[in-house]
């Protein structure tokens, strides 16, 4: 017999966990799909033998969700960070500067004249994003060559800059990541902010190289050597894609959780669901997976949240 809908229950003031259980029950459409990302997740999580492999666009690390990235990496639930550049560009500005409010429909132009980015609904003064950018990773870049660097793999330049970060900036993931140890690969190291600096340096240090295949190395060590793998996957692109792709040449993840916005239809690798990455062997048959349809930056405290909760009781 069919399990039948049950009426979602928040009068009594729910924990998250609980509300996520009773979304399940609920059977609403996406809701449903939040409430079995919750139970994937919190299993993810839980796996003290599995690798987990955590992989995000920027765009996030310029918002609050900053914040539940860097509980997890804090917490020792992640192994390694597949991110883009300008994850390193909004972590630094924003241990050192604030970003802030804005609305999609602010005058753009506006903005130019008065040297303002707006990234979607934020806004971030010029000053508080390029200008400490620049100079803070020119210090590190100065430091790391005065102490005989020559040769610079992604992830030894993001540990340099996650040392710089000082404590008080206590929501940095790059300063938790360098505590706790954990890689951050950056395969796009080039396409941001951090990237045109390095470039900038290059000019007047031209000893100074780019060591990405050492990357790729401790990647696949980490593949390899894995007893089980699984990625918590938000959004798509070079990150996503990077995850899973070195992880087909171990058979596949063991579990995998996708939250995307992007949409299936086009063929893209951001909008492909957990389902497609199996017939490349990206994901092993017998995985556990699902995809959520939402914005993370709704979904992904929610749902953490509610699997802290579950691994807790």
């Not at 995850?243 to 909008?271: C, K």
Request: net charge positive; aromatic share 8%; glycine share 10%.
């Amino acid at each position: 017999m069919p399990r039948p809908v049950k009426d979602v229950r928040v009068d009594d003031r729910p924990s998250l966990d609980a509300l996520a259980r009773r979304l399940e029950d609920g059977g609403g459409f996406s809701a449903k799909g939040v409430a079995e990302g919750v139970d994937l997740l919190a299993r993810i999580l839980r796996d003290r033998d599995m690798t987990v492999f955590l992989s995000f666009p920027a765009d996030i690390v310029a918002t609050g969700t900053r914040g539940v990235l860097t509980t997890l990496v804090e917490r020792g639930y992640v192994d390694a960070i597949v991110t883009t550049c300008g994850t390193l560009d909004h972590d630094l500005a924003r241990s050192f500067r604030p970003y802030y409010h804005g609305a999609w429909t602010l005058d753009d132009a506006a903005l130019h004249r008065r040297h303002l980015y707006r990234l979607g609904n934020l806004v971030i003064p010029q000053a508080n994003y390029g200008t400490i950018i620049e100079r803070k990773t020119r210090e590190v870049l100065e430091r790391l060559w005065e102490g005989g660097t020559r040769s610079l793999s992604g992830r030894a330049l993001a540990r340099a800059l996650g040392e710089a970060i000082p404590a008080r900036a206590s929501s940095s993931l790059l300063r938790a990541a360098a505590r706790r140890n954990v890689p951050v690969f950056v395969p796009g190291l080039l396409d941001g902010a951090v990237g045109s600096q390095l470039w900038l340096f290059w000019q007047d240090h031209r000893g100074l190289s780019l060591d990405l295949l050492s990357d790729e190395q401790a990647l696949s060590d980490l593949v390899f050597e894995a007893k089980r793998a699984g990625a918590i996957l938000l959004g798509g692109g070079i990150s996503k894609h990077h995850t899973i792709w070195w992880n087909q040449f171990r058979g596949g993840l063991d579990a995998a959780l996708y939250i995307t916005t992007a949409v299936e239809w086009d063929g893209s690798l951001s909008g492909a669901r957990t389902r497609e990455a199996i017939s490349w062997g990206k994901l092993k048959a017998k995985a556990r997976h699902t995809t959520v349809e939402g914005d993370v930056t709704l979904l992904l405290p929610l749902m953490v949240g509610a699997a802290l909760e579950r691994i807790a009781a």
